[in-house]
């Protein structure tokens, strides 16, 4: 795939800051124009400052940082500091950033980053809740049709882990997700199904420990930090690494196969954010979204391990 220009989307969250590293690992493939925050995992104001952290750590304070929303469209803002610890970055102890937030909202940074690039160039990588994301399509709306594609970890095509029917991003936002997903923007959509296939195991820790250095050892402690609790609660020999999928496809997009399938937002009862994933098509309605499935979960991990190396050399 040819050099992508992304916006990195998130609310880190142990496993968004994998992903933002794996992107700076990536260079040749991916340049990372900006990224934005929004409230998740944990706070807008914890979310924009571990994003400055994990790219403080790496070396790359270069890269622009937006604040984006701190509460749902509609819901009432939850957050999961059951799973990520009270910071989000539990596991590490990291520096308080020294570079501060670029000046202006998430949403007006994404528009104006994909408005004054070439049509179809510009992809939005998003792995929290989908706030930032729906709210710059309806602000401006040329927005669907100059986006390249919208990758994004949320959802599932089985079961949830918030809810028995929900996964977290889009639970936490059902309505943002909704505009995502009826926004027409060509939508890869990276569930619980195949997240659930890259787990953090022991041995997979070790090898991504052994890069050596300060990002290796703050990679090792979050990691080890955000395995406990999943590990715990499937009875399961990692926790699974759901939002470096999204990069890691970008990447490489042999590692994860899937199809095209309609997929809707339930926005009310007990099932609300669960993504209705119509599989086999039984309701004959036009896909919007390409649904993975698969993973090779090795070479995921092989490709993981030998780019966060990378950024020991900086
Ligand atoms: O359900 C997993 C998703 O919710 C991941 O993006 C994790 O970081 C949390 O945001
Ligand atoms: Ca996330």
Redesign the pocket.
């Known amino acids: 795939m040819a050099r992508q220009a992304i916006i990195l989307d998130c ?1 880190p ?1 142990q ?2 800051a994998i992903a933002i590293l794996l992107a700076l690992g990536a260079p040749e493939e991916i340049e990372l124009l900006a990224i934005t925050v929004v409230a ?2 944990v706070p807008l104001g914890l979310t924009r400052v571990n994003a400055r952290k994990i790219l403080e750590l790496a070396g790359r304070a270069d890269v622009p940082v937006y604040a984006g929303c701190e509460r749902p469209l509609v819901r009432p803002l939850e957050t ?1 500091e059951h799973v990520h610890g009270e910071t989000g970055l539990n596991g590490a102890v990291l520096p308080e950033p020294t570079t501060p937030l670029r000046d202006g909202h998430a949403v007006d940074a994404i528009i104006e980053l994909v408005m004054s690039r070439p049509p179809r160039t510009v992809t939005i990588a998003a ?2 809740p989908l706030t930032n994301v729906a709210l710059a399509i309806r602000k401006e709306p040329h927005l669907s049709q100059r986006l390249r594609q919208i990758v994004l ?1 949320g959802g599932a095509i089985e079961l949830g ?1 918030i809810t028995p029917a929900a ?3 889009i639970y936490v936002d059902p309505h943002a997700a909704d505009i995502v997903f009826r926004s027409g923007v060509p939508l890869v959509m990276f569930g ?1 199904d195949v997240t659930h296939q890259v787990l953090v195991t022991g041995e997979r820790l070790a090898q991504l420990r052994a890069n050596g250095g300060r990002v290796a050892e703050a990679v090792h402690g979050l990691l080890d930090f955000f395995n406990r609790f999943d590990m715990e609660r499937y009875d399961a020999p990692g926790a699974p690494l ?2 470096p999928c999204v990069i890691a496809w970008l990447i490489d997009p042999t590692l994860f196969a899937g199809k095209d399938c309609p997929v809707e937002i339930e926005l009310e009862g007990r099932s609300i954010g669960r993504t209705l994933v119509d599989w086999w098509n039984t309701d004959r309605h036009p896909a919007n979204a390409t649904v993975m499935r698969e993973v090779d979960a090795d070479r995921f991990f092989t490709l993981l391990t030998e780019r966060l190396a990378r950024l020991q050399a900086l």
């Open positions: 609310d969250g496993d968004d998740g995992n999961a792995v929290g970890m882990n996964e977290f991003n619980l759901h939002d």
